[in-house]
């Protein structure tokens, strides 16, 4: 099995910190990029930030300055420090990971999705 399990998350005060991390297990995929996605009531799944295995980071333009994406390949762990939160920030954080599957038949890429983690900024 494949599994990708989030934990972080919280409530913190606006201006306050957490540090997310994301763990991937599975023996049947090669992961080739990891990333960060939010998920608030009512609204749209967005892209908060993604790094591939070289390294070249992308981030939302809300989250630009104030977050941090960062990863240990040995491990298949992402993590995202998000600093100076707002109250926007407010969501279901997923991770989520891009890979190849290597023992399937044509080597298919497919993704992975975390169970998310709650994410609470607020007064």
């Known amino acids: 099995q494949v599994q990708l399990v989030e934990s972080g998350g919280g409530l913190v005060q606006p201006g306050g910190s957490l540090r997310l991390s994301c763990a991937a297990s599975?023996?049947?995929?090669?992961?080739?990029?990891m990333g960060w996605y939010r998920q608030a009531p009512g609204k749209q799944r967005e892209l908060v930030a993604s790094i591939s295995n070289s390294g070249v980071t992308n981030y939302a333009d809300s989250v630009k300055g104030r977050f941090t994406i960062s990863r240990d390949n040995a491990k298949n762990a992402v993590y995202l420090q998000m600093n100076s939160l707002k109250p926007e920030d407010t969501a279901v954080y997923y991770c989520?990971?891009?890979?190849?599957?290597?023992?399937?038949?044509?080597?298919?890429?497919?993704?992975?999705w975390g169970q998310g983690t709650q994410v609470t900024v607020s007064s």
């Open positions: 599975g023996s049947i995929f090669s992961i080739y990029a």
């Open positions: 989520k990971a891009d890979g190849i599957a290597t023992l399937i038949i044509g080597n298919p890429r497919v993704d992975y």
